[in-house]
């Protein structure tokens, strides 16, 4: 039975930064992709940012040189690191395991690849 336990959402004020945690337990396959997204209220939910089982990353381009997307596999942990955080920022944040290893670009940020996603961690920016 797969687990994922997400934390670090927060409040912050805008320039500030945080970082998410998301730990991966009972993962049938031995290697996958991992993908953050998030959704605002009324709209539909986006695709943050990507890393590939070989650590290959692709971000969306309204945080690219802000956030970092990392993570551990020796804890199956995925990370992603937001700095000058911006009122439009604000989300729920949500981190997503795809069985598949390696996505194709255009593939990365489509839900239905992903079979296990997070509770959710709301991220709020102040302005």
């Known amino acids: 039975q797969v687990r994922i336990v997400e934390s670090g959402g927060t409040s912050v004020q805008a320039g500030g930064s945080l970082r998410l945690s998301c730990e991966v337990s009972g993962y049938t396959y031995s290697t996958y992709s991992m993908a953050w997204f998030r959704q605002v209220s009324g709209k539909e939910r986006e695709g943050v940012a990507y890393?590939?089982?070989?650590?290959?990353?692709t971000y969306v381009d309204s945080v690219k040189g802000r956030c970092t997307i990392s993570k551990d596999n020796a804890k199956s942990i995925l990370y992603l690191e937001m700095n000058t955080l911006k009122p439009e920022d604000a989300a729920m944040y949500y981190c997503a395991v795809s069985s598949v290893v390696y996505l194709a670009y255009s593939e990365r940020f489509k839900e239905d690849y992903y079979g296990s996603w997070s509770q959710g961690t709301q991220v709020t920016v102040s302005s």
């Open positions: 890393i590939s089982s070989d650590g290959d990353t």
